[in-house]
């Protein structure tokens, strides 16, 4: 059950055995439906969760419409991080796509990991890090790439998951109703073949 998440732990500092235990017992599982909420707006996230199967997007609300910035696959983490550090309401959701299971972690458990494990604040900073990025990076799209541009970018950082989300969520992302969406896939299959 841990095995990825400790196998993606060790790749970026090895880990003692006693951290390797500490993270076992500190990580529960959870399961998402398919549709059910891992976080919804105006609630204050309380848990990080390492994705071992499934998929989630996250999105806002916004003009009375859902916009899907980003969506996140197995081996990868989803929380509001500022709300979870900060014990603060979120104004994003992350909602299952697929059905999940997930390794869930809380606040006091993650501070007990910082505090008592060589590596603990490396771990954390890494994470962070990595989840910082790509949120800078789907902010910078949202504002300097026009819908075709940020399609080919799904397309580029989700090739592997690409099939797994419906149409609609990928217009939501991309920015456009699902009907445009069909008639730029079309276009962009065209230049590339």
Do not use: W
Not at 53 to 63: H, I, S
Not at 123 to 132: A, D, Y
């Amino acid at each position: 059950m841990h095995t990825a998440l400790i196998a993606l732990f060790n790749q970026i500092v090895p880990l003692h055995k006693e951290e390797e235990d500490l993270i076992r017992s500190s990580f529960r599982l959870k399961s998402l439906a398919k549709g059910e909420y891992f976080l919804k707006a105006g609630e204050i996230n309380q848990h990080i969760g390492f994705i071992n199967q499934g998929l989630v997007r996250y999105f806002v609300d916004k003009d009375d419409e859902e916009a899907t910035f980003e969506f996140t696959k197995e081996g990868e983490f989803i929380a509001d991080y500022q709300s979870f550090s900060q014990n603060k309401t979120s104004i994003q959701n992350i909602q299952a796509i697929e059905a999940c299971t997930l390794l869930v972690i809380n606040y006091p458990d993650v501070q007990h990991i910082f505090t008592n494990t060589p590596h603990g604040n490396l771990l954390g900073r890494i994470v962070v890090e990595h989840r910082f990025d790509v949120m800078v990076n789907q902010l910078l799209s949202i504002y300097m790439h026009d819908p075709e541009e940020r399609y080919k970018r799904f397309v580029s950082a989700y090739a592997d998951i690409a099939q797994r989300i419906p149409q609609y969520l990928i217009a939501s992302y991309v920015g456009i109703k699902p009907e445009s969406l069909s008639r730029m896939r079309r276009r962009f299959l065209k230049s590339i073949s």
